[in-house]
């Protein structure tokens, strides 16, 4: 019998129906997936080489090793090219190239492979059956795989549509509720325009806040005992608020220390290096130092050796060049009034 070319490709894909069926055909083409048919592919070839079939391996695995041997091709081949032979095979595709068609001859070992133009050959009651089947022969035998196909192919149809129906869902959803600024929110909820306020007006207002509170501290604080004045020769405590042209902020240390020496006996050479004096001629001398009482723009000196024979000492003194404790302070006799 003559046998065309789409007869041929119907009677290869059928055969491999109706073996898929039976116990004895192989696992790794029963639920075939790119690994589980290369793994096919290298063992039918170390099972059963045949040169006839180097055509149809070299047109789908590329030329083949130094040796002349396919299997370093065939292990080396992308599973993912097996993806349109595998899809053919569970009935995802209705149609496929012819060396994928040869290559699933080769797999089944097809008694009539490869193909060949004008091809006579001698077919069995079951072959005439599948061709005069007008495609319903066969159908039966595979409505597991292709069952087992529509499913998954409809897992997958259905999960599309699912994500497709959500973001469709998400994009109305977005549509519908338009979007509003939380200022304009909390202006609808409040009744009240919302009102922006500048830093720089915030920190100057702060800063006044500030000024006036101190100044009012200042004011009303009690500052009885908290001012001071010169009464010649010590400080003497007032208050701030009496009427006095001469008083000074009090300083506890001044008010107890410093005093003007009035009884200038009490001034022996162990003063030098601690008292401190005022003037070129009419000296004033004073306990501590700091700032004239009366002249406060001009500083006291410290009294030194040279002054204090100037002033208190004699030539025997000089000539005796006693030594003197600068470290020890004198005793002064005048008390505070």
């Known amino acids: 019998m003559r046998l065309t070319h789409p007869a041929y490709i119907k009677l290869?894909?059928?055969?491999y129906q109706l073996l898929r069926s039976t116990p004895e055909f192989s696992p790794a083409l029963k639920q075939p997936t790119p690994a589980?048919?290369?793994?096919?592919?290298?063992t039918v070839y170390k099972e059963r080489p045949d040169r006839k079939d180097e055509p149809v391996l070299r047109s789908f695995f590329g030329p083949a090793a130094a040796n002349g041997s396919f299997l370093t091709p065939i292990e080396n081949f992308p599973t993912e090219k097996f993806k349109a032979f595998s899809n053919y095979l569970k009935?995802?595709?209705?149609?496929?190239?012819?060396?994928?068609?040869?290559?699933?001859?080769?797999?089944?070992?097809f008694p009539h492979r490869p193909y060949r133009y004008g091809m006579d050959v001698i077919l069995s009651e079951k072959e005439k059956a599948i061709l005069n089947s007008d495609d319903k022969v066969g159908e039966k035998v595979s409505q597991e795989m292709e069952a087992a196909a529509d499913d998954k192919s409809d897992d997958i149809l259905g999960q599309s549509q699912r994500n497709e129906l959500e973001n469709n869902i998400a994009i109305t959803t977005h549509e519908q509720v338009p979007v509003v600024p939380i200022n304009a929110v909390s202006e609808k909820r409040t009744g009240k325009k919302s009102v922006t306020i500048d830093k720089r007006w915030l920190i100057i207002g702060v800063a006044l806040f500030v000024s006036i509170f101190s100044i009012g501290i200042y004011w009303f604080?009690?500052?009885s005992g908290n001012c001071m004045y010169w009464t010649g020769d010590h400080y003497e405590r007032i208050d701030c608020d009496e009427d006095n042209n001469d008083k000074v902020l009090f300083n506890e240390e001044r008010w107890k220390n410093f005093r003007k020496i009035t009884d200038l006996s009490?001034?022996?050479?162990k003063s030098i290096g601690v008292v401190h004096y005022f003037g070129n001629k009419n000296r004033e001398f004073f306990t501590s130092g700091g700032k004239h009482p009366i002249e406060t723009t001009r500083h006291l000196r410290v009294m030194t050796r040279y002054i204090w024979e100037k002033e208190f000492g004699s030539k025997d003194s000089?000539?005796?060049n006693t030594s003197v404790d600068h470290n020890q302070t004198i005793q002064l006799t005048n008390t505070q009034k």
Not at 12 to 15: A, G, K, Q
Not at 91 to 109: C, F, P, R, Y
Not at 266 to 269: A, G, S
């Open 266 to 269: 009490t001034i022996t050479e």
């Open 36 to 42: 589980s048919i290369r793994k096919e592919c290298l």
């Open 221 to 223: 604080y009690d500052k």
């Open 318 to 320: 000089v000539k005796n």
């Open 91 to 109: 009935g995802i595709a209705l149609s496929t190239e012819d060396k994928n068609v040869e290559l699933l001859a080769w797999l089944i070992d």
């Open 12 to 15: 290869v894909f059928r055969t």
